[in-house]
């Protein structure tokens, strides 16, 4: 591609984590259309658990349905979503709502389920769990083993290539080139270095917080939103559209 014509050969590999090919794997069974089908399924998973996520058993019942149609109204609404879902493909639903069962189950103080799921998005692309982490009940020992476990995906590829599953999973999100869907086009070469400093400003500051004193429920929802959206916004990349909108 484009892209990876800009980067050096040991960039060129697949840069999901080991879990995607596992967690669309049936899309085999049908070879022209079984990769946007298995999108359409993580899609339809995600808004279910968006309406799990604002349903509250005591509200009124008018209540209910407004919160779970208002946030899927915002679900389903951006555009770019449908494009890249049905025009070329997506891998990134399934992360997603890996990563929304682990808000889940922080909200049900069920930590190791926490730790499970988001270590598995983790191994399905590391980010938007790599996000969440400063947000995860740090202090729970069983949230730690849970994270552990939703990691062991990535360890066969880790023994079998060390070096060129670090560079294709989680460091060429570094070195890709940037157009406008980043911050860092419109900097100067020398001011490159504020971005990540900022991203890891607002994650150490999460962390801190997190570890002084466990964070309530709302405030992980909101910080998280907060850093992710710093990270999309900074993170040095190429509009994964490009070519579709010239």
Do not use: C
Request: hydrophobic share 50%; proline share 8%; charged share 15%.
């Amino acid at each position: 591609s484009p892209i990876r014509d800009t980067l050096g050969p040991e960039f060129r590999g697949y840069y999901y984590g080991p879990l995607t090919m596992i967690g669309y794997s049936p899309s085999l069974l049908w070879p022209v259309s079984g990769y946007k089908i298995a999108g359409v399924f993580y899609l339809l998973a995600t808004a279910v658990l968006l309406g799990w996520r604002v349903w509250e058993p005591d509200d009124d019942p008018a209540l209910k349905f407004a919160n779970i149609a208002f946030v899927l109204a915002a679900y389903f609404l951006p555009e770019r979503m449908w494009v890249e879902l049905f025009s070329r493909g997506a891998h990134d639903f399934m992360p997603t709502a890996l990563v929304l069962g682990a808000l889940l189950a922080i909200k049900k103080n069920n930590f190791f389920a926490a730790g499970l799921l988001a270590g598995l998005s983790f191994s399905t692309k590391f980010a938007p769990a790599l996000f969440l982490l400063p947000f995860l009940p740090i202090r729970r020992k069983n949230m730690w083993i849970g994270f552990a476990l939703g990691l062991l995906p990535q360890v066969p590829f880790l023994l079998w290539d060390l070096q060129g599953f670090i560079n294709n999973v989680y460091l060429v999100r570094f070195f890709m080139p940037s157009d406008q869907s980043s911050l860092r086009y419109y900097l100067k070469p020398e001011h490159y270095w504020w971005l990540p400093a900022a991203l890891a400003v607002a994650m150490t500051i999460a962390a801190y917080r997190n570890l002084r004193r466990p964070l309530g429920y709302g405030t992980v929802l909101i910080g998280f939103a907060l850093v992710m959206i710093v990270g999309e916004v900074t993170f040095i990349d190429r509009d994964p559209l490009g070519d579709y909108n010239t």
